[in-house]
């Protein structure tokens, strides 16, 4: 079961190839014996295949991301299946959580570890997780959905570096309006359940006319920067 699934995600093939290959059972097959199978099952056996392929090459100390990947789902709703905004025609998917392993450029990844998520999971419950069958990284990065309180302190209690963009809330676009004015600097602390630091730092491309959230991004993080 594992040898063709592997060969299909590394390829980015379908199913429907392993016919031409020798030693892999068919299409049909492989689609019976998934069905007969629990997806937290199937999803366990590809994290303990991974972990060995990966041992000796992923460690301690490597800058890692994780991430949220929503797959379209067109079938009726069950506890792998989870909403969200609408699009590709739908508004159901699968969803799947991983931390990966970023490179010097960043869309170069190496999945370490993954997770299905249910309707049942919370971000935290996921993140925790994922963070436990893993190397410790040297940094955490995160998008801005993972802008909660609740993360925050999650991380900050387990020592792990991290930083994510800013959720532009009323509180973030007042310290970007007074940063540029000059009564904030571009590193200052901020209070999330726990004492982080408001990084600000100017988008690309901005131009002077630009309103202050246009022409700032803020990034919140527990390493401390030195102010430019």
């Not at 594992?2 to 299909?8: E, M, N």
């Not at 990844?109 to 996921?126: F, G, N, Q, W």
């Not at 925790?128 to 991380?155: A, C, H, Q, W």
Request: charged share 30%; glycine share 4%.
């Amino acid at each position: 079961m594992i040898k063709p699934l592997i060969y299909i995600s590394i390829n980015n093939a379908s199913a429907e190839s392993l016919k031409y290959m020798n030693g892999f059972p068919s299409p049909d097959t492989l689609l019976r014996r998934l069905e007969s199978l629990d997806l937290k099952h199937v999803v366990n056996a590809l994290n303990e295949a991974n972990r060995v392929v990966l041992s000796g090459h992923a460690k301690d100390g490597m800058k890692m991301a994780i991430d949220f990947t929503e797959e379209p789902y067109y079938g009726k709703l069950d506890m792998y299946v989870t909403r969200s905004k609408y699009k590709s025609g739908t508004d159901r998917f699968h969803t799947f959580a991983t931390i990966s392993v970023v490179g010097k450029d960043e869309k170069e990844r190496l999945t370490l570890y993954s997770l299905p998520v249910t309707m049942l999971d919370t971000k935290e419950d996921i993140v925790k997780k994922l963070l436990e069958n893993s190397p410790r990284p040297s940094v955490l990065m995160m998008d801005r959905g993972f802008f909660k309180t609740e993360i925050i302190k999650l991380l900050q209690s387990m020592g792990i570096n991290f930083i994510m963009p800013a959720v532009k809330n009323e509180r973030i676009k007042s310290m970007l309006d007074e940063h540029a004015k000059g009564n904030i600097s571009s590193v200052t602390e901020y209070e999330m359940g726990s004492k982080v630091y408001l990084v600000i730092a100017r988008k690309k491309g901005s131009r002077e006319e630009d309103k202050p959230d246009d022409k700032f991004i803020a990034f919140v993080t527990n390493i401390k920067f030195d102010d430019p």
